[in-house]
């Protein structure tokens, strides 16, 4: 990747022509990387390409559909599911959505985990039905394969409870804070309400003080408003 971008320095990227040069050059490099050096992140990064640069949704979902299915590339499970949803380079399917999330979680893509979990919420299945042991059971995957939301959305169900799925404000906090961890601001600000309140931990002000400023100095790098009522779930 460091030879794509020292090409980068040798074009004048404002120029109409050179600039077009030099992303004929990106797309030859990614195809050779995937289809040549059969690398599954050189596949997926070809489908990221030809989706936000040159805006050929049905090619990237050709390619990303090509990666989850010979590679086994999470990741890319994860796109065929987000176009599937979308009807994005292909008819709107929610079942080969929930197909593709499902894949890429036994892939171990946290993200395609999450997705999975979310739709067994929302009785987005096969069956139609909600089962919240199978939301607990695919967040804690994706939680545990880095996924910053599923640790979140999980100590969401902990401390609320649910059919089959116990209310546990130990465990709540405890994947608050891993959530909190992988920089989600949201998280870090129901661990500072946590502390305070001493809801699934033992009080303590000084920490409920210092998750806030974490809270804070996220929410301003991101260049998003604070919100730390703790509320959002």
């Known amino acids: ?76 499970c994860f796109k065929v599911g987000i176009f599937n949803l979308a009807g994005k380079g292909c008819d709107m399917n929610q079942s080969k959505a929930f197909e593709s999330f499902e894949r890429g979680c036994e892939y171990r893509d946290g993200p395609s985990c999450h997705n999975y979990a979310l739709m067994h919420q929302e009785g987005k299945t096969k069956d139609k039905k909600i089962d919240f042991k199978k939301v607990e ?38 994947y608050a804070v891993i959530s909190c961890e992988r920089d989600n601001p949201y998280a870090c600000a129901n661990v500072s309400r946590m502390y305070k309140l001493g809801d699934g931990v033992e009080k303590n002000e000084e920490q409920a003080i210092r998750y806030k400023q974490i809270a804070t100095n996220l929410y301003n790098s991101a260049k998003e408003k604070p919100i730390l009522s703790g509320n959002e779930w």
């Open 1 to 76: 990747m460091l030879g794509l971008i020292d090409m980068a320095y040798s074009y004048d990227l404002k120029d109409e022509a050179q600039a077009k040069e030099y992303l004929d050059r990106i797309g030859i490099e990614y195809r050779f990387q995937c289809y040549n050096e059969n690398s599954p992140d050189g596949c997926h990064r070809l489908g990221s390409f030809l989706e936000t640069v040159l805006k050929d949704w049905q090619k990237a979902f050709a390619v990303f559909q090509f990666n989850c299915s010979k590679n086994k590339h999470g990741p890319s």
């Open 137 to 174: 059971e695919n967040l804690t995957k994706g939680c545990s394969y880095g996924d910053a939301h599923s640790c979140f959305r999980l100590s969401a169900l902990y401390l609320k409870g649910e059919k089959d799925v116990p209310q546990n404000k130990e465990l709540a906090f405890k």
